[in-house]
């Protein structure tokens, strides 16, 4: 019984670090007004890859046409932008959308902005500059991967190139984590915010092929991950195990 009991407690604790689900991610499809040709990971062909790889890491894709709302955030771990309109198109966000945004990221959830040239640098900046980051005009060569411990370059080799030569942009702000950089500034970036975390890259075209930047992508994707048993759920089960440990070790302690 004792150790029926052990197990449990074990269990419990096993539980309540956490038994990792797949991501929700979201994205902008092709239809949305938002979304540049097609770098949607919906159903854009310039994505083949990137979504095919997603898959098969066992996460699912949710697609979005319409506003960013609340009702559509919560049911996603991670949105992913794709490469947005040129400024030529207008895609400002609504008070009500910046909101719905900057609440859910808050509140735990992932939002990855894909950047590119300063053709799109305003657009990008709708949903950067809502976390104090910024998208810059200046042209940028991608430069290298960081060589540093962190969950999100897993896989990546440390001052090997980023999948992009030229055509990005820098990325400037405060408070974020440089995980690529070229000889302007940051290129890749995360940033917590709240529970949760910003990611951002100053291409789009190195989601297409480049093995390493969809390996980032997975990353995020991957630490984006929520637990199937909350903590709240699996403490009480130990905390009775361990009661009748000390009750049953009073009783023989009598005898």
């Known amino acids: ?25 979201g994205g902008f499809t092709q239809a949305d007004t938002r979304s540049f040709l097609s770098y949607s990971i919906i159903d854009g062909s310039n994505y083949t890859n990137l979504r095919t790889q997603t898959l098969n890491a066992g996460h699912t894709l949710s697609g979005l046409t319409g506003a960013l709302t609340s009702g559509y955030l919560n049911s996603i771990d991670v949105f992913f932008t794709g490469i947005v309109e040129t400024d030529g198109t207008d895609i400002s966000l609504s008070t009500a959308e910046q909101t719905a945004l900057t609440d859910w990221v808050t509140g735990g959830g992932t939002l990855f902005v894909v950047g590119e040239n300063d053709n799109f640098d305003a657009n990008v900046n709708e949903f950067l500059n809502l976390f104090d980051l910024n998208l810059g ?28 030569n030229s055509g990005g942009a820098p990325i400037s702000g405060s408070g974020f984590t440089a995980l690529a950089s070229d000889g302007t500034g940051a290129t890749v970036v995360s940033k917590a915010f709240g529970l949760g975390r910003i990611v951002a890259t100053g291409d789009g075209n190195m989601f297409q092929s480049d093995q390493q930047s969809i390996q980032f992508a997975l990353n995020v994707f991957g630490t984006s991950e929520v637990s199937t048993v909350p903590v709240p759920a699996a403490l009480p089960l130990l905390a009775a195990s361990l009661a009748f440990f000390g009750f049953l070790s009073r009783r023989r302690t009598r005898t």
């Open 1 to 25: 019984m004792k150790k029926s009991l052990l197990g449990l407690a074990a269990a419990a604790l096993l539980m309540s670090a956490g038994t990792a689900e797949a991501s929700n991610v």
């Open 137 to 164: 005009a200046t042209s940028s060569s991608g430069g290298t991967w960081a060589s540093i411990a962190d969950p999100l370059l897993s896989g990546i080799t440390g001052g090997s190139n980023v999948g992009f």
